[in-house]
């Protein structure tokens, strides 16, 4: 995995979390299969806050390809946010680049880890790929028009 570390200043999604108890393994840290956890609960819980109805669309969106980048340690009862970006939208699959960050008492914010997390929508019968509805797209594509003019301009920084 070869992505960039995350600026904060360029995440326009947030989604706050509590690192639970039981989210600890015996080194007393979150165990790493835990981060795919929060990926998962963030993108979900961000589109169902923006998204009343989520659980009654047309498809559903089935998590196909993850990765995950540690930097530092999280722990019972730490406070995370995790920043959500759209790195790609397609017809029928979306990619987000999630990054958690350790949430401090001022506000400040620590890099814990980040990622990749791809969704494909697909018809619940058939569980066969389908367009991504209106309704989602709606949603995602602000935060991915965004990511396009900053990819834009680091890729006008490499070839210039």
Same mark, same amino acid.
């Given at each position: ?7 904060? #200043?360029?995440?326009? #999604? ?13 080194? #007393? ?70 990054? @958690? ?56 920084? @490499?070839?210039?």
């Amino acid at each position: 995995m070869n992505l960039p570390q995350p600026d904060p #200043a360029t995440i326009h #999604a947030w989604y706050d979390l509590r690192v639970r108890l039981g989210d600890e393994d015996h080194y #007393a840290h979150v165990n790493n299969a835990v981060y795919y956890e929060y990926f998962d609960s963030a993108v979900n819980g961000w589109l169902a806050e923006n998204l009343p109805g989520v659980r009654g669309l047309p498809a559903l969106s089935l998590v196909v390809a993850s990765s995950c980048r540690f930097v530092r340690e999280v722990r019972f009862p730490d406070r995370l946010r995790v920043g959500i970006a759209v790195e790609r939208l397609g017809r029928s699959s979306v990619t987000y680049r999630p990054a @958690i960050f350790l949430l401090g008492a001022g506000e400040e914010l620590t890099l814990c880890a980040y990622g990749e997390f791809v969704h494909v929508y697909v018809d619940p019968e058939t569980r066969r790929p389908v367009p991504i509805p209106a309704e989602v797209r709606a949603v995602l594509e602000p935060s991915a028009a965004d990511d396009a003019e900053e990819l834009i301009a680091a890729a006008r920084k @490499i070839f210039t």
